[in-house]
């Protein structure tokens, strides 16, 4: 049985459990696009995209579900955080 990382959002709706390898490549990625500054949202599934493997793109599936599931997750954690213009930036400490 594989291991799987709850992914809830900032609105409270019920939470989608993605595999935990899936789950770590598209934070690990996430995080590594907004160590350099605020990125619109709608570019960050492609900047995903760009840093995974052939091999994690094939088995991931749909990277834009993915990357929007692991984000709205990474929110709610406070790891990241919208502003306005729909960008994304790495929350403050």
Do not use: Y
């Not at 709608?42 to 840093?51: D, H, I, L, P, S």
């Not at 990357?67 to 954690?77: A, F, I, P, Y």
């Amino acid at each position: 049985m594989t291991d799987r990382t709850p992914c809830r959002t900032p609105t409270g709706t019920s939470a989608t459990n993605v595999p935990t390898w899936k789950f770590d490549a598209c934070r690990t990625a996430i995080l590594d696009i907004l160590a350099d500054g605020p990125v619109p949202a709608a570019e960050v599934a492609t900047r995903v995209g760009e840093r995974l493997t052939d091999e994690q793109l094939d088995a991931l599936g749909k990277i834009g579900w993915h990357v929007t599931t692991v984000r709205l997750e990474m929110e709610v954690r406070g790891e990241i955080a919208r502003l306005p213009g729909r960008q994304l930036r790495l929350k403050r400490a």
